[in-house]
Nanobody
Framework: QVQLVESGGGLVQAGGSLRLSCATSGSIFSINYMGWYRQAPGKQRELVAAITSGGSTNYADSLKGRFTISRDNAKNTLYLQMNSLKPEDTAVYYC?????????????WGQGTQVTVST
């Protein structure tokens, strides 16, 4: 079993910064894919940024230049540095991990962390 725990969310003023973390634990030998997603009230969940085991990154076009995804492979921990935050960044942010398991491929999500950006 794999567990994901996000942290670092909170209330911040527009223009401020936050750094989210996603700590993983459990039976992990390697991680193929790690990503951050977000879901605002009344909207569908969307990709924020993702990073592969090889370090390749992918960002939502609207967030390029403000958000940076990174990972610590030794700790199996994922980070999201968010700068110049805007009220429209307000959402619940979720961590997602895809990794090999004995049964094939596992797709795991964290419980989410709330980010609220005030004007």
């Amino acid at each position: 079993q794999v567990q994901l725990v996000e942290s670092g969310g909170g209330l911040v003023q527009a223009g401020g910064s936050l750094r989210l973390s996603c700590a993983t634990s459990g039976s992990i030998f390697s991680i193929n894919y790690m990503g951050w997603y977000r879901q605002a009230p009344g909207k569908q969940r969307e990709l924020v940024a993702a990073i592969t085991s090889g370090g390749s990154t992918n960002y939502a076009d609207s967030l390029k230049g403000r958000f940076t995804i990174s990972r610590d492979n030794a700790k199996n921990t994922l980070y999201l540095q968010m700068n110049s935050l805007k009220p429209e960044d307000t959402a619940v942010y979720y961590c997602r991990v895809v990794l090999p398991t004995k049964a094939g491929v596992g797709d795991y999500w964290g419980q989410g962390t709330q980010v609220t950006v005030s004007t």
